[in-house]
């Protein structure tokens, strides 16, 4: 059964009156799949497409966005559109039992709402959030391009989008199961892979890199060697004052842009500073650790990415730079494991 909630009469006129806005149409189903983590550890997930993170939203400030989403698992899911104001569209916020009924197995349900707020928001389940969002990867990058962008903004040549998460092994293969309370964090990750088993970021000099930072489960202490940072976006907001820092901060739900001048040639390991995270299943140089390289530098014999099978679109940057839309993202695909194969996702990306 499709279900769709009326529009408020002030959310009507809102719609009407923008009459600048983009309508964007997109689909996401919800399949249960396995996600490698890191060798030996494949967790399973509720994936957005199929896929951890969910695919890359990208959308224009103003732009009126309508997402079905298909619920294709065994247990009930919603989504919240974190840092949406949904203005006259409260039963758009995707809180169960509060907004809308929670999106029952086979069923599906359809948003609808103006993309009022800019930056780096997010989309997650909202139902048992400790286990949803905390365990099973249910979260992606809704990214909406201001009207205005700032001076900085302007001058970025490169993007990247950095999901930080967390994962307990003794819950990650049992459905409906969280360990809350004194559940063990031991297997962490950037975009769903722990190091080594993630990527570089290959960069040039000269470049203008935008980081966006996510961190959806656990904190984060984020540090890149050889530069300092500019950050110039809390939560989607621009700063009024940037700030420089070597060391970023990031709490649970939030968000930070950072801007890098790429002028240190060279290869730099990026990591976080809270050291239980640097590890996956107990072993140290693993979890949420990750290289930047310049073109141009040398490798040496000894370094561990000499020879890697290259995935560009690993942190979105590839994506980032397509035309506005809903970007599925091969790397981040799961594994179906009744059929051993891809899953299946929606039919088509939307506009």
Not at 120 to 133: D, G, K, R
Not at 299 to 322: G, T
């Amino acid at each position: 059964m499709n279900k769709i909630l009326p529009l408020t009469l002030a959310a009507a006129c809102f719609f009407a009156l923008n009459v600048h806005a983009e309508f964007r149409q997109f689909e996401l189903t919800i399949e249960e799949v396995d996600l490698e983590v890191a060798p030996g550890f494949s967790p399973k997930v509720w994936a957005f497409n199929g896929q951890v993170p969910a695919p890359l939203m990208r959308v224009k400030e103003g732009d009126e966005i309508e997402v079905t989403v298909f619920n294709n698992t065994t247990l009930t899911h919603t989504i919240h559109w974190h840092g949406i104001y949904q203005t006259g569209t409260w039963q758009m916020d995707g809180v169960p039992e509060v907004t809308q009924p929670a999106i029952e197995p086979g069923d599906s349900f359809v948003y609808r709402f103006v993309a009022n707020k800019t930056g780096s928001l997010w989309y997650h389940c909202h139902v048992n959030t400790a286990e949803h969002i905390d365990l099973r990867g249910m979260w992606g990058a809704l990214i909406v391009d201001p009207k205005e962008p700032t001076e900085l903004e302007k001058e970025v040549t490169k993007e990247a989008v950095l999901f930080f998460s967390s994962w307990d092994s003794s819950v990650a293969y049992t459905y409906g199961e969280n360990a809350v309370p004194g559940r063990e964090l031991d297997y962490f990750s950037i975009n769903g892979k722990s190091h080594p088993y993630n990527q570089p970021l290959r960069v040039k000099e000269g470049d203008v890199l935008r980081m966006r930072l996510y961190a959806p489960t656990s904190p984060v202490a984020f540090h890149l060697h050889g530069h300092d940072v500019l950050i110039t976006h809390k939560d989607g907001t621009a700063l009024p004052h940037p700030y420089w820092a070597d060391v970023v901060p990031i709490q649970p739900g939030e968000r930070y842009d950072i801007i890098v001048r790429m002028n240190n040639p060279g290869i730099w390991m990026v990591h976080d500073h809270i050291e239980e995270n640097t590890t996956a299943g107990g072993k140290e140089m693993g979890g949420t650790m990750m290289v930047v390289e310049y073109e141009g530098i040398e490798k040496p014999d000894f370094y561990m990415w000499k020879d890697v099978e290259f995935e560009p679109d690993f942190y979105m940057s590839e994506s980032l730079a397509k035309p506005h839309g809903l970007h599925d993202i091969e790397v981040f695909k799961g594994v179906d494991p009744t059929l051993e194969r891809r899953p299946r996702t929606s039919s088509g990306h939307g506009h």
